[in-house]
Each structure stands twice: as C-alpha cells, then as structure tokens.
C-alpha cells in the first residue's frame, strides 16, 4: 500500500456494497504527505493508493490505473483551504 499519513486521511473504515461497514488496519510500503507522489508510484506499479477518483479519470480511462473493489468506498474527505486575500486594483480610464 501507498498512503497518506495517519493524521491526514486515516482509512480504517471500508463501506461494502450493502452499506455494512468494516474496520481495517492498512500497513503502507510507503507513506507520503503528498496525493500526486502517491500516483506517480501507483502508476509506476510500486503499489495500491487510495486516490480521489476525479483525479484519476483520464488514468482509469486509458488503463493505467485499475480501481480494486469498486463496490466498496472510504468516508468522505473534508477538504480545507486557506487564502490570502487578494487586492486588485481596478484601472479607470477616462476618455
């Protein structure tokens, strides 16, 4: 297994097709901070990531990822941004 670090994004919990749930330990071959090193690994063939699926379309799409279990989901993410604030100047013109 590729995975993000337990503090990120913990995948201890699999939703089956019938909505039962089942708690699972996940040991990782390697762990990164970073979603996109995760894919360019799997990609590679070094392992199975969990990866959000808009991200990966166009890779499923053309074969180069595979989904495994596509009957079975982790919780949804929250996702938090942060941005500075942004001044724009507006330019009037005068004619």
Same mark, same amino acid.
């Given at each position: ?11 201890? =919990? /699999? ?28 990609? +590679?063939?070094?392992? /199975?990531? *969990?990866?959000? =699926?808009?991200?990966? @379309? @166009?890779? %499923? +799409? ?6 495994? %279990? ?6 949804? %993410?929250?996702?938090? =941004? ?7 100047? %507006? *330019?009037?013109?005068?004619?």
């Amino acid at each position: 297994m590729l995975v993000l670090p337990q503090w990120h994004h913990p995948p201890d =919990v /699999l939703t089956g097709p019938g909505g039962e749930r089942h708690r699972i330990g996940v040991k990782g071959r390697v762990t990164s901070n970073n979603q996109l090193s995760l894919k360019q690994l799997a990609l +590679a063939g070094f392992g /199975l990531s *969990l990866q959000v =699926v808009p991200e990966i @379309e @166009e890779e %499923l +799409a053309a074969g180069r990822l595979v989904r495994v %279990l596509p009957d079975w989901s982790l919780p949804a %993410l929250s996702v938090d =941004v942060l941005m500075a604030q942004r001044r724009v100047a %507006l *330019l009037a013109t005068t004619g």
